[in-house]
């Protein structure tokens, strides 16, 4: 889930657990492809090498349109922005903590993007150098264990969706979704539910490595700083975790090869 989406959760947890797999799952979820070798034209024609892996031009205007997608929806669902999110919260922007001032308006950029080029590209060079450090960090998921998770969150979603489906609000609200779910995949290009089953089961395998890379930096840090504890603790580790991510893009080697692209730190 995005930053912005996390901050503005609501407290009707059925209908979230519902929503795992019918909507988060296939349409929050990056588009570039788990590892593989790359054959010298995906390199050739990539618009970037990050570490010598490429962020091809193919995954690119796909996240350009997954995050149009997304924006759109938001649009037409009339998503509460941050700023509003906060005035009903009693925040003040004034009154915030230089870390608190920092996570929010980090959730307040990523709740605008609307699918600009380098918008995408930032995403996916982002990802690739985490999964890159997840995997170094001995992260790595087989397919196998990808598949094994697909399974058990289906399972978990379906029963939820049992669930949900008692509550009349909650069954008008969970059939929007699943046509917003099969307008998604429709537009992906999806063909089958085999075919978004394993684009699923791909997008597991480099998603859980980056996961657990997280996790465990959370818990360490938490562990280091047992003072902290509550809100603060939530921005100051996102903050750090932001911190420890731009670190990484800025010792990797990318050789971006489109002048239109350009890499963004927070």
């Not at 929503?19 to 588009?31: C, E, Y």
């Not at 997304?70 to 906060?86: H, K, N, P, Y």
């Not at 990523?110 to 699918?115: F, L, P, R």
């Amino acid at each position: 889930m995005e930053e912005g989406d996390s901050v503005l959760a609501g407290n009707n947890r059925t209908l979230l657990k519902a929503l795992i797999v019918m909507t988060l799952l296939p349409i929050l979820a990056f588009t570039a492809c788990a590892r593989s070798s790359q054959s010298p034209k995906e390199i050739e024609e990539a618009v970037a090498l990050v570490n010598g892996q490429p962020i091809t031009k193919e995954a690119l205007e796909k996240e350009m349109l997954r995050m149009q997608f997304m924006a759109e929806m938001r649009f037409q669902s009339g998503t509460v922005s941050i700023d509003e999110f906060l005035k009903q919260s009693g925040r003040d922007w004034s009154k915030m903590t230089p870390e608190e001032k920092r996570y929010y308006l980090r959730a307040k950029r990523q709740s605008e993007m609307t699918g600009e080029k380098n918008e995408a590209f930032n995403r996916l060079v982002r990802e690739e150098v985490l999964y890159q450090e997840a995997v170094k960090e001995g992260y790595k998921v087989s397919i196998d264990e990808a598949r094994q998770r697909y399974q058990e969150i289906e399972t978990f979603s379906q029963e939820s969706l049992k669930e949900a489906l008692k509550e009349e609000k909650a069954k008008e609200e969970i059939e929007r979704l699943q046509e917003v779910d099969n307008k998604f995949q429709e537009w992906m290009g999806f063909t089958s539910p085999e075919a978004l089953t394993e684009y699923r089961v791909q997008r597991l395998m480099r998603t859980m490595p980056i996961s657990r890379l997280r996790e465990k930096f959370k818990a360490d840090w938490g562990n280091k700083h047992p003072e902290i504890r509550g809100d603060e603790f939530r921005y100051m580790v996102e903050n750090r975790w932001e911190d420890y991510t731009n670190e990484l893009l800025r010792q990797a080697d990318i050789r971006i090869k489109d002048k239109d692209l350009e890499i963004i730190y927070d």
